[in-house]
């Protein structure tokens, strides 16, 4: 994968926060705030996941998540049952294995659209 400019991460960042946002309408979800109303915290962790795609493009979707779980335990989140950025709980706080179907399709979508908005156009 190219090297990108930060300007580019942030690009990739939102349209990838904005894929998700419809992902979870389109399957019946509580959907996440726009990226102009996302907290810093969901914006960051947006584009940590950028990053790490970028250097791990041949990882599999369940590496993806197990990058998303451990750098929200670093900074303290715990399971539970509902997402709180307060209480700094999330029901995705789990193994790969034990997500649902619908999670797991839709972190193999948030690689590919990394990836695809990663290569540069010709």
Do not use: C
């Not at 992902?23 to 019946?28: F, L, V």
């Not at 795609?53 to 998540?65: G, I, K, M, V």
């Not at 029901?91 to 948030?110: G, H, N």
Request: aromatic share 8%; net charge positive.
């Amino acid at each position: 994968m190219p090297q990108l400019d930060d300007e580019a991460l942030w690009k990739i960042a939102r349209v990838m926060h904005e894929s998700v946002r419809a992902w979870q309408k389109a399957n019946g979800q509580a959907s996440s705030p726009s990226w102009s109303r996302a907290p810093k915290w969901m914006r960051e962790a947006s584009r940590a996941a950028v990053i790490w795609r970028l250097e791990n493009p041949a990882a599999p979707a369940s590496a993806q998540h197990e990058q998303w779980a451990a750098e929200k335990t670093a900074a303290g989140w715990k399971f539970g049952k509902t997402k709180s950025g307060t209480k700094k709980t999330h029901p995705m706080l789990v193994s790969y294995s034990d997500l649902p179907e619908v999670e797991r399709r839709k972190d193999a979508m948030v690689g590919a659209l990394i990836d695809s908005l990663a290569k540069p156009i010709r």
